[in-house]
């Protein structure tokens, strides 16, 4: 493939469709992991919410559900995430910031007034302290007299990804991967209808991975619980159909799409190559975030057309739940209309323009079985590279992900910078900040977006984010993160992180410019956290 080939044909895929992409509903599951998809089924509208204290979120859910929204998925602040009190001193001007303040059973119960238990979903993004709130939450739905057994919903439960892209860990590796592995026993010895984990791609790729890292840094990890759960005792055909997955949707439709049956196809020949696993254990079940790192601030409503473009990747893909992001996340959290115009964008897609209608409707295109192909295969190349190391554990330790999520943020910060050799579009002879130049979207590997600013990035803050993403890519180190690096970042490894990421968008400037409200930069979150399960 050639950035300039504009022609696809014959040629181009010379694979076996029996082979590469099957029936759908079967291995290897390339067009989609049910037979009819959203024809028997539409994909669940989970959107993310989470600010202020629980009785302000339960409105937001409240107003959400009556919108439409078909199911829950609950963003917790910083303090929560990282097992603080709110009166606590490291707690000081971020409680109810990155999302909703939960210090007790009590404030559960709060947060879910009101809503049946028993009739929704709910997905936690929560790692570190991921099986204290699945405690409350069971002690919540007894309240409410519904048994833990009926209980639906997803933890988030990634705490690998935590090392990696987003640093609200708290225990060193081993002792957070038995706990991960508990929190798996613990829900299948209940019978619980539960998805113990939600593995992330998501903050990978908002830290400034590409697609192909995306894929196979999430899988490296993805293999690693799979492997701890069989340490612990569990089946691999028991606990694997209930191992959910998190990735990001961006702007370049083509590719998104590519890599969404790339991943249920890698996913489902990995599990079989490695496990033996069955064909339910091998289906790759995923929830869809659009690209935070890709909402700009200026020109916000720009925004509803990127979100739009990145959700209709996302359904193309065959995801099974959705998160579409309001308009004006770059400036504030939402608003109850910006929120529910992102909930209305999935309405629209759903019920408006006939996507639902057919499965797996790309599968067959030249271009696009070339590039899922490319994808794969270069997805499965770095994770060799992964098990080479010895695993996602020593890949951590060795600075080995980090490094490469660097030189790759930087990659891409240094072509917004430069104009990227692109075009510039926006209306003629418009004010200053209202032309916008990008760059031509590419196959694979080199993620492009259309930037509505001159430059790309927020003046010095930007390059000096870029400069120090340059630093820890080329210091050659190998050393993981210091340990006091606990900002939820794109790039929580080492100086890198959320650097190399272009600063006009996205809800994590604070992580670049530094601490607010007298609390140190290692602790300001970064909103854009993503949602979980599928």
Request: aromatic content about 8%; glycine content about 12%; charged content about 20%.
């Amino acid at each position: 493939m050639t950035d300039e080939k504009g022609i696809w044909g014959p040629a181009d895929w010379p694979g076996d469709p029996a082979s590469a992409l099957g029936r759908p509903g079967e291995f290897p599951f390339t067009r989609g992991v049910h037979p009819t998809m959203y024809r028997g089924r539409l994909w669940t509208m989970r959107q993310y919410a989470g600010f202020g204290t629980a009785e302000e979120t339960n409105r937001r859910f409240r107003d959400l559900l009556a919108a439409g929204q078909t199911g829950l998925s609950v963003a917790f602040d910083l303090p929560t995430q990282m097992g603080y009190d709110s009166d606590h001193p490291m707690a000081e001007g971020e409680v109810g910031r990155a999302g909703v303040a939960i210090d007790t059973v009590e404030d559960l119960q709060r947060l879910f007034q009101e809503i049946p238990l028993d009739r929704v979903s709910t997905s936690m993004t929560i790692n570190a302290t991921a099986a204290i709130l699945l405690a409350m939450y069971v002690v919540v739905g007894e309240e409410q007299g519904v048994p833990h057994r009926q209980l639906e919903g997803t933890l988030q439960n990634d705490i690998l990804k935590e090392y990696i892209a987003r640093g609200t860990y708290i225990y060193p590796l081993e002792p957070s991967l038995r706990l991960t592995a508990d929190v798996f026993r613990f829900t299948l010895e209940e019978g619980m209808r539960f998805n113990p984990i939600s593995i992330s791609g998501y903050h990978i790729r908002e830290a400034g991975a590409t697609a192909v890292q995306e894929v196979a840094f999430t899988f490296a990890n993805g293999l690693e619980y799979v492997r701890r759960a069989l340490a612990a005792g569990l089946d691999v055909n028991v606990f694997a159909p209930r191992l959910s997955f998190f990735f990001a949707a961006y702007t370049t439709v083509f590719e998104e799409v590519a890599k969404f049956r790339a991943a249920r196809r890698l996913w489902a020949r990995l599990m079989k190559e490695q496990f033996g696993a069955e064909e339910a254990a091998c289906r790759l079940r995923f929830h869809t975030q659009t690209g935070g790192a890709t909402l700009t601030a200026q020109q916000p409503l720009n925004n509803v057309v990127r979100v739009a473009l990145q959700a209709m990747a996302a359904v193309l893909g065959g995801t099974q739940s959705l998160h579409t992001n309001a308009y004006d996340e770059a400036l504030a959290l939402p608003t109850k209309q910006s929120a529910t115009l992102a909930l209305r964008t999935q309405q629209v897609l759903a019920h408006e323009t006939g996507l639902p209608e057919v499965v797996d409707p790309v599968g067959g295109s030249w271009y696009i079985e070339a590039l899922t192909d490319t994808i794969e295969r270069e997805a499965r190349a770095l994770l060799a590279q992964v098990e080479q190391v010895g695993g996602a554990p020593r890949a951590i330790e060795s600075g080995f992900f980090q490094e490469a999520i660097a030189r790759s943020a930087y990659a891409q910060q240094r072509a917004i910078e430069t104009g990227g050799g692109g075009r510039e579009w926006g209306r003629a002879g418009g004010d200053r900040g209202e032309r916008v130049r990008g760059r031509l979207s590419r196959p694979v590997g080199a993620r492009t977006r259309l930037f509505d600013t001159g430059r790309g990035a927020a003046g010095p803050a930007g390059r000096r984010a870029a400069a120090a993403a340059s630093r820890a890519g080329a210091d050659g180190s190998g050393r993981p993160a210091p340990r006091r690096s606990r900002a939820t970042s794109r790039a929580a490894a080492a100086p890198a992180r959320g650097g190399a990421r272009p600063l006009d968008g996205g809800r994590d400037q604070r992580c670049v410019t530094g601490g607010v409200g007298g609390v140190p930069a290692d602790l300001t979150p970064c909103r854009n956290a993503g949602s979980v399960g599928a």
